[in-house]
């Protein structure tokens, strides 16, 4: 990481069971064909930020870094 000119690297989980799920689009999904899906996937990522190893099981994950040039501006 430090070799690629990155620091404080932060990974989260951001879906489960679809890409990239949005809480705002549910009513635009029915119940069954997408609400429990979008639903169960904000549900996971609230638990994998309180218990993080359950980021491993995400299928979608959200990297952040930092540019160790930021540091000196």
Do not use: Y
């Not at 009513?27 to 169960?40: A, M």
């Not at 930020?49 to 299928?59: G, I, K, Y």
């Amino acid at each position: 990481m430090t070799e690629a000119g990155l620091r404080d690297l932060t990974i989260r989980a951001d879906g489960f069971f679809t890409q990239n799920p949005q809480l705002a689009d549910l009513d635009l999904l029915s119940l069954g064909g997408g609400k429990l899906v979008v639903l169960g996937s904000h549900a996971g990522c609230r638990a994998a930020a309180v218990f993080p190893l359950l980021t491993r099981l995400a299928d979608s994950l959200w990297v952040e870094a930092r540019s160790s040039e930021a540091r000196d501006k």
